[in-house]
Nanobody, 113 residues
Framework: QVQLVESGGGLVQPGGSLRLSCAASGIILSPYAMGWYRQAPGKQRELVASITAGGTTNYANAVKGRFTISRDNLKNTVLLQMNSLKPEDTAVYYC???????WGQGTQVTVSS
């Protein structure tokens, strides 16, 4: 019954921007810390950004200054604004409830010239 659905991925040129969304059903996200993970082929899934229920954010060094995680409790969504994208950002991006261990299906982000 719990479902997280990511959207907003696509193909973008280096330096471009994308906004990823995570829409939840069957669960209210507001009490939970949320995270965006990504996984590139042949690499381990890594935490890109997180946000607590209180709005405190944290970022992987590779994306600091370029990505912004936010949440809209009224819409029960979590967002990831990605700016100044680099080819190394190419991966499948996943939404995750950090304490409840729910995962979304992922959305593909490809950064290529």
């Amino acid at each position: 019954q719990v479902q997280l659905v990511e959207s907003g991925g696509g193909l973008v040129q280096p330096g471009g921007s994308l906004r990823l969304s995570c829409a939840a059903s069957g669960i209210i996200l507001s009490p939970y810390a949320m995270g965006w993970y990504r996984q590139a082929p042949g690499k381990q899934r890594e935490l890109v950004a997180s946000i607590t229920a209180g709005g405190t954010t944290n970022y992987a060094n590779a994306v600091k200054g370029r990505f912004t995680i936010s949440r809209d409790n009224l819409k029960n969504t979590v967002l990831l604004q990605m700016n100044s994208l680099k080819p190394e950002d190419t991966a499948v991006y996943y939404c995750h409830t950090l304490s409840r261990a729910y995962w979304g299906q992922g959305t593909q982000v490809t950064v290529s010239s």
